[in-house]
Nanobody, 125 residues
Framework: QVQLAESGGGLVQAGGSLRLSCVAS????????MGWFRQVPGKEREFVAH????????YLAESVKGRFTISRDNRRNTVYLQMNSLKAEDTAVYYC??????????????????WGQGTQVTVSS
């Protein structure tokens, strides 16, 4: 079992920045590929970014490329999502995700083994 706990959400003006953190506990963190999804009411959970466990390869959704960065610190069992140049359409609940098998393209929410509880990000225009 892996437990994931997100933090760092909040209210920010358009053009601003936030950094989300996700701390993992339980099984060895470095065995999992980690990612972020987001969800707005009435819509399916949407893939945002992921990072591999070995060589820290990253992959980001087109909608956030050039603005968001994902990173991880295996010593701290933590994955980060740095969000810059935020837009109103980035408003969502952001979820941390852990996946046992790495896949280099966009992830489906059905492929995720563990989820965090989510943290709200609100961008005011």
């Amino acid at each position: 079992q892996v437990q994931l706990a997100e933090s760092g959400g909040g209210l920010v003006q358009a053009g601003g920045s936030l950094r989300l953190s996700c701390v993992a506990s339980g099984r060895l963190f470095s065995n999992y590929a980690m990612g972020w999804f987001r969800q707005v009411p009435g819509k399916e959970r949407e893939f945002v970014a992921h990072i591999s466990w070995e060589d820290e390869r990253t992959y980001l959704a087109e909608s956030v490329k050039g603005r968001f960065t994902i990173s991880r610190d295996n010593r701290r069992n933590t994955v980060y999502l740095q969000m810059n140049s935020l837009k109103a359409e980035d408003t969502a609940v952001y979820y941390c995700a852990a996946r046992e098998t790495y896949y280099g393209d966009s992830w489906s929410p059905r492929s995720i083994n563990y989820w965090g509880q989510g943290t709200q990000v609100t961008v005011s225009s």
